[in-house]
């Protein structure tokens, strides 16, 4: 080929690639390099970050502890029963549920106005308080047990903490041995002791013994071992019976306590519940071995403030000590407005007087109501003599319970809130036995508010005589409607 031609094929492929289609594929063609260039060198990096940012969320997702690594008292605890049934209570209400909260124990009362107002003229108070409590609070939280009981106390004998519950727990872990509970008995007390390590034993009780405790029973506990104390904490009016105690029962369990060397805690914290406004303290009888348990939950209205007091005797100051220094290093204080507040609730002026007077009212003709309603379907229920609280059994229902499946406390009370909407809470979270169909009953879901309007209305007739059936179906509408509810249920099975 001659140069000619050879130039002229040159050209002609000069030409060719200056055309702008040529010259737009060669540039897309750049760009693909370009891009494969970035995908080989930088990509892989990102990919590697990204793929480390997802196992790191992996990671964050995954629980850090396991129940293996959680100590084993604590493992194995369940939320306490009241509390849950409570939550479960009012989810269900959320959801659209018609929910009667039978289940748990809260005071249905407002708190004394007067009690509320001092919470207000102190709402500034700021400072740290000391650890046994502020002392005019101590001062006149044993002016109220001296003069209740006739036993001398001073400040002293007092330590405020926050709630009962958390200074009975503090008791119980000061103490070295076991704890002895009645069965049945308050859903917490049992566990506290399992966090502890500490052994529990049961006393039974019946619907026969009235559910009270006896001196034999406490005879054929013995003395402790060497080095050891033995708690026996007695609530009444009782969570979850209602029973109470009366003075010559009281004397027998205290001489009975003392031969046997046994620490009396009496947990009062419905000591002014008790319907008749006659409770007697078991520290009458066995003042220097007798601790006594109360706080602002429910003759107040006031759970939700967390404030309770304790009372020692000077024989039993160390055990004082010792709960004050472990107070010192977990809760310091309790909320300093509240222990001021708690000052004219201790005092109890005529306003407060008179607000216990028409809450014992109100509380007996619920008792009563129900007692009367559920005997007649058929269950057994002892009358309630203060507190909150009945414990009916349906063992008569056993056959007709079994055909439907239901064969525990803890079925039937599931079933009942299934079918029926009222929420209850079996025995057997009261340390009752699992074969037993028994249930703890709360009669606190009305409006005590309104309660105590309509009471006050009656103010100028005796107490004893104004609230009948009517009264309670009229102001407690809720109930009526258990009753009617368990009734049916029951005469349907």
């Given at each position: ?301 006031a759970g939700g403030w967390r404030l309770g007091v304790m009372i020692f005797p000077h024989e ?178």
């Amino acid at each position: 080929m001659s140069i000619a031609s050879n130039c002229s094929v040159l050209f002609r492929k000069q030409a060719l690639c200056s055309h702008p289609w040529i010259q737009g594929i060669r540039a897309s063609f750049a760009v693909l390099v370009w891009l494969l260039l970035v995908w080989l060198l930088v990509v892989p990096g990102l990919t590697e970050n990204a793929v480390a940012a997802c196992s790191s969320q992996d990671n964050a997702s995954k629980e850090l502890v396991s129940m293996s690594q959680l100590n084993t008292a604590v493992s194995s605890l369940q939320p306490s029963a009241t509390l849950q049934i409570n939550e479960l209570s009012e989810r269900l209400i959320r959801e659209g549920r018609d929910i009667i909260r039978l289940g748990f124990g809260q005071s249905p009362f407002p708190v004394p106005e007067i009690v509320v107002d001092a919470l207000r003229q102190h709402a500034a108070s700021k400072s740290y308080l000391p650890v046994k409590g502020l002392q005019p609070l101590r001062e006149t939280v044993a002016a109220y047990y001296q003069q209740r009981d006739g036993i001398k106390r001073t400040a002293d004998s007092v330590m405020i903490g926050p709630g009962s519950k958390m200074l009975l727990f503090q008791l119980q872990e000061v103490c070295k041995g076991e704890l002895i509970l009645p069965s049945p008995s308050w859903v917490s007390y049992e566990p506290q002791a399992h966090l502890l390590n500490k052994p529990v034993r049961y006393i039974p009780t019946s619907l026969d013994t009235g559910w009270r405790i006896s001196p034999d029973q406490l005879d054929q506990l013995g003395p402790p071992e060497k080095d050891t104390t033995r708690l026996l904490i007695l609530n009444y009016p009782s969570n979850p019976t209602g029973a109470t105690y009366e003075p010559e029962q009281l004397k027998a369990l205290a001489e009975a306590a003392r031969r046997n060397q046994i620490i009396m805690v009496v947990d009062e914290i419905y000591d002014e519940c008790r319907f008749d406004g006659e409770h007697h303290s078991l520290a009458k009888w066995y003042p220097e071995g007798t601790i006594i348990s109360g706080g602002l939950s429910k003759w107040c209205g006031a759970g939700g403030w967390r404030l309770g007091v304790m009372i020692f005797p000077h024989e039993l100051m160390l055990l004082q000590d010792k709960m004050a220094v472990i107070a010192s290093e977990t809760w310091s204080a309790v909320a300093a407005p509240i222990q001021y507040a708690a000052i004219t609730a201790y005092q109890q002026p005529p306003e407060v007087k008179a607000y216990l007077g028409h809450c014992r009212q109100g509380l007996k003709a619920v008792a009563g109501y129900m007692q009367e309603h559920l005997t007649r379907s058929g269950v057994d229920v002892a009358p309630s003599s203060g507190g909150f609280y009945l414990f009916p059994g349906f063992d008569k229902y056993r056959e007709p319970l079994a055909a439907k499946g239901i064969k525990t406390a803890d079925q039937f009370c599931v079933k009942l809130m299934e079918d029926t909407g009222v929420a209850l809470l079996p025995g057997t979270a009261f340390g009752f036995p699992e074969d037993r169909i028994y249930t703890r009953l709360a009669y606190v879901d009305f409006d005590g508010g309104a309660l105590l309007k309509a009471i006050a209305q009656k103010s100028g007739q005796p107490l004893d005589s104004s609230l009948d059936n009517a009264f309670v179906e009229k102001h407690c509408p809720k109930i009526a409607e258990v009753c009617r509810r368990i009734d049916g249920w029951l005469k349907a099975l």
